[in-house]
């Protein structure tokens, strides 16, 4: 599967210009969520016991924005969570704390109110979710937390490999590849977030999927991952 994925992912890259971009967009963004699906597989231990190995399997960002490495301790850190959904342990929330959301201005509540929508995690989900995360490495960095600092020297490499290929060898800009394939397979990505973390209309539930537990009196806004 891992295989065909990267065949898969060559193969669109190098005839990109024969391919109508509508075209693109789906098949492109298809090949890089299905990498990002097999990441998540491998970061449980699939299909070697062996880390390293299954890093190294997994390891070229085909789309670009994030770092295996982090992606695998955030996740781990997710599944570990007591308390799922909670903003202040789960690393993979979609709300935010209420005194947060109270100073929050309109328009980013409003632009936060359409992300939850099933259109907004399209179109804007993969902004939302870029922003979000590389502020908080960027605030990490500023505190001098430099725990990844080396994953993310690896990380730029491995974004230069991929780079190396679409642009020096297929002819494609950054930004056709970017908007035509990462973009897509981040957006084809946070879909699967949005069915699996659906807002549910009874107030002791956090989401529509995880099972449901006592929350504190004033429900916590909904926000991006």
Request: charged share 15%; hydrophobic share 45%.
């Amino acid at each position: 599967m891992l295989t065909s994925n990267y065949i898969a992912w060559g193969l669109i890259t190098w005839n990109h210009a024969v391919i109508p971009g509508w075209i693109l967009i789906f098949v492109g963004g298809f090949v890089v969520c299905v990498h990002g699906s097999l990441q998540h597989e491998l970061l449980h231990g699939h299909p070697t016991r062996s880390r390293f190995l299954n890093k190294s399997l997994v390891w070229l960002p085909l789309g670009l924005w994030m770092p295996f490495t982090i992606y695998r301790d955030s996740h781990i850190a997710h599944h570990q969570c007591a308390r799922l959904t909670d903003p202040a342990e789960d690393p993979e929330s979609f709300y935010v704390p209420a005194e947060d959301w109270e100073r929050y201005s309109w328009v980013r509540r409003l632009l936060l109110k359409f992300n939850n929508t099933l259109i907004g995690r399209l179109a804007i989900g993969p902004v939302i979710a870029v922003a979000a995360f590389w502020h908080r490495q960027l605030k990490m960095l500023i505190k001098g937390d430099r725990r990844y600092q080396s994953v993310w020297a690896w990380h730029l490499i491995g974004c230069g490999l991929v780079l190396y290929w679409v642009v020096g060898v297929c002819g494609m800009s950054f930004w056709q590849y970017v908007v035509f394939i990462a973009w897509p397979g981040l957006s084809f990505t946070l879909l699967r977030s949005y069915t699996e973390h659906r807002p549910s209309e009874n107030l002791n539930q956090r989401t529509i999927i995880i099972e449901g537990f006592a929350v504190p009196e004033q429900q916590l806004p909904p926000c991006a991952p």
